[in-house]
T-cell receptor, first 113, second 111 residues
Framework: DAGITQSPRYKITETGRQVTLMCHQT?????MFWYRQDLGHGLRLIYY???????DKGEVPDGYVVSRSKTENFPLTLESATRSQTSVYFC????????????FGNGTRLTVT | QKEVEQNSGPLSVPEGAIASLNCTYS??????FFWYRQYSGKSPELIMS????GDKEDGRFTAQLNKASQYVSLLIRDSQPSDSATYLC???????????FGGGTRVLVKP
């Protein structure tokens, strides 16, 4: 089925460890986005990508790394996890950028202990 | 001032009534406006998009945009208990490919 898939759904990791959250979409959308959602802050943009090999920072990029070698994949890596990165992470895609609707994955709930 | 502001609620409405949600934004150059619904523990799902001034209706939902006053609203007619959720307003900023979300309004529809 076409769609956007995130994995894992739940992840517990320790402070200082590297963790990668995966995002895969089958629509061939050009744009992909990573958001985090926290109580009191709503959805905040971490990074986005307009096409393969093109990425740019969002509102809260510090501590995160992204890559996009293929159009369909947009992994998000926390190089050295901190407790403040405990959050729900959503990946999204859209056809023509932010002027077209975003389609969200089911989210990854990450806990950093 | 936040770029996109919403009343956090909860907005409590009786079943069958109209729920009215408001959203204001700060960037006068914003072009695209969206309403998403998010159930607890789920991901946001698109309800409406609106790009020009005026009203846009889709079933029980009506989005209203007033660029001069920098607000966008969502009306939910004949509210149902299944409409109980958090509604997120999202606005695309004039510069860059960035969609900014408001904090969301929690709606509770009581039978």
């Amino acid at each position: 089925d076409a769609g956007i898939t995130q994995s894992p759904r739940y992840k517990i990791t320790e402070t200082g460890r590297q963790v990668t959250l995966m995002c895969h979409q089958t629509w061939s959308h050009s744009y992909m986005f990573w958001y985090r959602q926290d109580l009191g802050h709503g959805l905040r943009l971490i990074y986005y990508s307009a096409a393969a090999d093109i990425t740019d920072k969002g509102e809260v990029p510090d501590g995160y790394v992204v890559s996009r070698s293929k159009t369909e994949n947009f992994p998000l890596t926390l190089e050295s996890a901190t407790r403040s990165q405990t959050s729900v992470y959503f990946c999204a895609s859209s056809d023509t950028g932010v002027n077209s609707p975003l389609h969200f994955g089911n989210g990854t709930r990450l806990t950093v202990t | 001032q936040k770029e996109v502001e919403q009343n956090s609620g909860p907005l409590s409405v009786p079943e069958g009534a109209i729920a009215s949600l408001n959203c204001t934004y700060s960037d006068r150059g914003s072009q695209s406006f969206f309403w998403y619904r998010q159930y607890s523990g789920k991901s946001p799902e698109l309800i409406m998009s609106i790009y020009s001034n005026g009203d846009k209706e889709d079933g029980r939902f009506t989005a209203q945009l007033n660029k001069a006053s920098q607000y966008v609203s969502l009306l939910i007619r004949d509210s149902q208990p299944s409409d109980s959720a958090t509604y997120l307003c999202a606005v695309s900023l004039a510069a860059g490919n960035k969609l900014t979300f408001g904090g969301g309004t929690r709606v509770l529809v009581k039978p």
